[in-house]
């Protein structure tokens, strides 16, 4: 940790990064051809074919040309010029590397014309290329590793800056960063970044576009890709395999800013930690199969129970597994093949696990809305939501979570038109606050066997309006209403409850609120039951004090 404090203080501070000299090292006879008979095309000269290094070539070098590397270098690349140039390599497996972290194989100090550097690899240096430009610079199909830090974009200030676009790359391996952007603009499509320290963080206002990219599990951070006070626009990522705390940390996230069409899945702890953040929208989205950060937790075996027909039939409450995800299809929510899964991790429910297993936590954030979103087996919570205002979630389905499928704590919460079925705590709890749940199916939501709920929503102190909800088979009741005082502010009607012990339970001796819900199939010949001296549930966790966790 403090090797990465050291390295963003020098690229803060660091005369090396501004008023380093950029003049090229090299004497009278580096400039010439390595034959002074050779004539020079200069709108594509070859190093060291045709001239001995990258530095000499950019002399020569006319703008719009080509400068193209045949062989191996080492050299300390510095593009300081107004010209436009495109420096490539013949194949991927030529590599420019720099023996020390004095230095990097590429500066880019451009202040005009356009830089493109292509199907390269380049390894080793503090930087494998460190960006102070404010014009467009493409890194196309390079393998970046090997480096301090692989690509280092501070442009500062960054909305000010034109994009830093990294294409069609691979960059793994770097001690420190995978990529760093520090008050810029970058923008990252269809590349991996796997196996560095961190693999991609983004300060000081960055504005940051994340596009069908792979996000793997970073080896020092806790999670796979961490942005603070910044813009963000992700579409069609993944994150998974987090070996820390998640997949992504969002802190204060400007309004505006949108997750789509991505998947945070298999990572020890939460998917995704949003905080203090507001405006930001996630669409389309799955938070599948997060789960325990200490395996010791959990054990391995084979998922049961098992029905007649060799399917499992309850999958998700309890198996976390990269072979269950393959068969998370649209319309495909209960049985799994049990033939289909393997390498299983089981992880029962338990409270003294470290960080649970959850899909999305929402902290001290507001104005968020997700819609069409999944989160589903999850070893704990799907949605969990904290310390936050007018948090919107539509039409999206939470299934197979191993307590609720969302959680609100001391939160204003809107739920709509969603489908929460089969989680072994409940659909959905609130805890203090304001909670609106309308239009949404909650099925099927059954108590594990370990004297836990099974509830289809479930409040304590809290102000709630539950507006034609249909709720069926839920253990205990369809409504579980718990207040130390009684709130006036209840609004339930038109719900259609089935199949449980109870319709509806309060803790109030009072019906006020409470109209035109229908009840069939009720276990124990009861609407509405008051019952003053019903155990109360235990207060959910704190998440805020949890994540990230302090080692």
């Known amino acids: 940790m403090k090797s990465i404090f050291l390295f963003i203080f020098s690229l803060i501070f660091s005369n090396h990064l501004y008023s380093k000299s950029v003049s090229t090292p090299i004497n009278d006879g580096d400039i010439g051809p390595l034959n002074p008979l050779h004539e020079i095309n200069e709108n594509h000269i070859k190093v060291p074919d045709d001239m001995p290094t990258v530095n000499a070539a950019l002399i020569r070098i006319k703008s719009g040309g080509v400068i193209e590397i045949t062989k191996n270098i080492s050299e300390n690349i510095k593009i300081n010029t107004t010209k436009a140039i495109k420096i490539r390599g013949t194949n991927q497996s030529v590599t420019v590397s720099y023996p020390t972290l004095e230095d990097a194989p590429f500066h880019i100090y451009q202040t005009s014309g356009q830089i493109h550097i292509s199907n390269l690899t380049i390894q080793g240096g503090i930087y494998g290329a460190l960006v102070l430009s404010r014009v467009p610079v493409t890194f196309s199909s390079v393998v970046i590793t090997g480096a301090n830090a692989g690509i280092v974009v501070n442009q500062q200030p960054g909305y000010e800056s034109k994009r830093t676009l ?90 505006g800013s949108s997750i789509v069409n991505s998947n945070f899945q298999l ?112 070893t704990e919570t799907g949605l969990f939501i904290e310390n936050s205002a007018q948090i919107f979630v539509k039409q999206s389905q939470g299934s197979y979570n191993a307590n609720y499928a969302i959680t609100s704590v001391n939160s204003k919460s809107f739920i709509s038109q969603g489908l929460y079925e089969s989680n072994m705590g409940g659909a959905i709890r609130a805890y203090k606050g304001d909670i609106s749940v309308t239009r949404s199916s909650l099925l099927s939501n059954l108590p594990f066997p370990d004297n836990r709920f099974g509830v289809g929503i479930l409040t304590e102190d809290s102000v709630r309006e539950m507006i034609s909800n249909t709720i ?80």
């Open 166 to 255: 990294i294409e069609n790359s691979t960059i793994t391996g770097n001690t420190l960063f995978g990529v760093l952007s520090r008050g810029s603009l970058v923008s990252i499509s269809k590349s991996v970044l796997t196996n560095n320290g961190t693999n991609f963080e983004a300060i000081l206002n960055s504005r940051i576009f994340l596009n069908e990219s792979y996000f793997g599990p970073s080896t020092e951070a806790a999670f796979n890709a961490m942005i603070s006070h910044s813009s963000l626009f992700v579409d069609r990522c993944l994150f998974p395999f987090s070996k820390g705390s998640g997949g992504m940390l969002l802190e204060d996230i400007a309004d």
């Open 472 to 551: 069926s088979q839920s253990g205990l009741t369809g409504i579980y209403l718990v207040d130390s005082v009684c709130f006036p502010a209840t609004n339930l009607r038109n719900n259609k409850i089935t199949q449980s012990d109870f319709g509806i339970v309060w803790t109030c001796p009072t019906q006020n609120g409470i109209s035109n819900n229908t009840y069939s199939a009720i276990k124990v010949e009861n609407e509405f039951y008051y019952h003053g001296n019903y155990p109360k549930p235990s207060p959910p966790p704190v998440i805020s004090e949890d994540y990230p966790p302090s080692s």
């Open 267 to 378: 990572n020890r702890g939460a998917g995704l930690i949003l905080k203090n953040s507001y405006g930001v929208r996630i669409t389309n989205t799955k938070f599948v199969a997060n789960h325990p950060r200490k395996h010791s937790d959990c054990k391995t075996g084979s998922p049961t129970p098992q029905s007649n027909d060799g399917t499992t039939t309850a999958p998700g409450l309890y198996v976390v597994s990269a072979q269950v995800l393959k068969n998370l299809k649209p319309g495909r929510k209960t049985a799994i093949p049990a033939g289909e899964i393997s390498n299983i991790l089981i992880c029962p429910p338990n409270q003294n696990m470290d960080i649970k297993g959850t899909g999305l936590v929402v902290t001290n954030s507001s104005h968020i809305t997700i819609s069409n979103a999944e989160f589903s087996f999850n």
